[in-house]
């Protein structure tokens, strides 16, 4: 049974800058998609980033392009998602998930693991 440990949220201003760690276990995660989705109060949860387990191919929420980044240590067994120039907006529960596909998912369904959250706070 795998499981996926989210890490590195907090309380920032906007313009900050975090970056969540996700860490693998209990599984071999390194041939598995990896992404982030995050969910805002009120809202339903939505897909921020991906990437594949090899090839290093990524793709991002319309939203976050150009200031978060997506990436993975296969080694670690540890994925990263580095979030810079945060909006107020941007706040919400950011869960790390994997799914057993060789592309870049993007919806909840081809997602086989949920991580408990980790909690981001952007200030105005």
Same mark, same amino acid.
């Given at each position: 049974q795998g499981q996926l440990v989210e890490s590195g949220g907090g309380l920032v201003q906007a313009g900050g800058s975090l970056r969540?760690?996700?860490?693998?276990? +209990? $599984?071999?995660?390194t041939t598995y998609t990896m992404g982030w989705f995050r969910q805002a109060p009120g809202k339903e949860r939505e897909f921020v980033a991906t990437i594949k387990w090899f090839g290093g191919n990524t793709n991002y929420a319309d939203s976050v392009k +150009? $200031?978060?980044?997506?990436s993975r240590d296969n080694a670690k067994n540890t994925v990263y998602l580095q979030m810079n120039s945060l909006k107020p907006e941007d706040t919400a529960v950011y869960y790390c998930v994997a799914a057993k596909v060789l592309y870049t998912a993007t919806r909840e369904a081809e997602y086989d693991y949920w991580g408990q959250g980790t909690q981001v706070t952007v200030s105005s």
């Open positions: 969540l760690s996700c860490v693998a276990s +209990g $599984r071999t995660f +150009g $200031r978060f980044t997506i």
